[in-house]
C-alpha cells in the first residue's frame, strides 16, 4: 500500500462549482498536513496547512483531516478558471520529510 | 513577499559531469530542503539541512548528492557525477520550523 494516495485525475469542473479533492494514507504517525498547487513546470505554492484532526477555512479553501480515516480534503468554493492547476497533498510526522502525492489535476471550465 | 529563489531556471549538462543548483532560501527560516520531481512523477523529498547539517536524508541521496551552505544566504545542490536519471526537476523549499516549507520555482535538470 503506498504511503500517500491521490487519484490523479483529470477533474474537470464548471466555473463556479464547488471541488473536492482528497488524500488517504497509511502512516498514522502523520500529524502535519498540507496542501499545495502546483501550475505546470512551476514549484509547490503552500495554500492551506492543518495539523492534526479538524477543518481549517481560508478565504475560498476548506481543509478537513480525519485521522482515524486516515483521509484529508481540500473544498474550494466557487471555483475559477484561474484554480486549474495540479493540487498536492503532503504531510509529514513531525520530521523533516514531506510524503507528497502524486497529485489531482483540475481543470475548471470558464 | 519574501520567496525562495533558485538559479538557473534550466541546466543542461553531460553525462558525468558535476553540476551545482543553487538556492536563496526566505531570510529567516532555519530549515532547507532539497526536492526533486521526475517528469510525470509525484515530487520526492531528498534531503533537509539544519544547522548547518544534514537532519535528515532520503536513499535517493546517495554518494553522488552533496548539500552546502557556503555562506548567510545561499544552499546549494551539488550532484558529482550526473546520470541520465539525474534529469529532473529540483526544488528547494525552506521553512521557519519543520513544517509549512515554503518552494522554490525550480531547476529543471537535463542530463544528455
Known amino acids: 500500500q503506498k504511503e500517500v494516495e491521490q487519484d490523479p485525475g483529470p477533474l474537470s469542473v464548471p466555473e463556479g462549482a464547488i471541488v473536492s479533492l482528497n488524500c488517504t494514507y497509511s502512516?498514522?504517525?502523520?500529524?502535519?498536513f498540507m496542501w499545495y498547487r502546483q501550475y505546470s513546470r512551476k514549484g509547490p505554492e503552500l495554500l492551506m496547512y492543518?495539523?492534526?484532526?479538524g477543518n481549517k477555512e481560508d478565504g475560498r479553501f476548506t481543509a478537513q483531516v480525519d485521522k482515524s480515516s486516515k483521509y484529508i480534503s481540500l473544498f474550494i468554493r466557487d471555483s475559477q478558471p484561474s484554480d486549474s492547476a495540479t493540487y498536492l497533498c503532503?504531510?509529514?510526522?513531525?520530521?523533516?520529510?514531506?510524503?507528497f502525492g502524486t497529485g489531482t489535476r483540475l481543470k475548471v471550465l470558464a | 513577499e519574501p520567496e525562495v529563489t533558485q538559479t538557473p531556471s534550466h541546466q543542461v549538462t553531460q553525462m558525468g559531469q558535476e553540476v551545482i543548483l543553487r538556492c536563496v532560501p526566505i531570510?529567516?527560516?532555519?530549515?532547507f530542503y532539497w526536492y526533486r520531481q521526475i517528469l510525470g512523477q509525484k515530487v520526492e523529498f531528498l534531503v533537509s539541512f539544519y544547522n548547518n547539517e544534514i537532519s535528515e536524508k532520503s536513499e535517493i541521496f546517495d554518494d553522488q548528492f552533496s548539500v552546502e551552505r557556503p555562506d548567510g544566504s545561499n544552499f546549494t545542490l551539488k550532484i558529482r557525477s550526473t546520470k541520465l536519471e539525474d534529469s529532473a526537476m529540483y526544488f528547494c523549499a525552506s521553512s521557519e520550523s519543520s513544517v509549512m516549507a515554503f518552494f522554490g520555482q525550480g531547476t529543471r535538470l537535463t542530463v544528455v
Open positions: 531570510s529567516n527560516h532555519l530549515y
Open positions: 492543518t495539523y492534526s484532526s
Open positions: 502512516n498514522s504517525a502523520f500529524q502535519y
Open positions: 503532503a504531510m509529514n510526522t513531525g520530521t523533516y520529510k514531506y510524503i
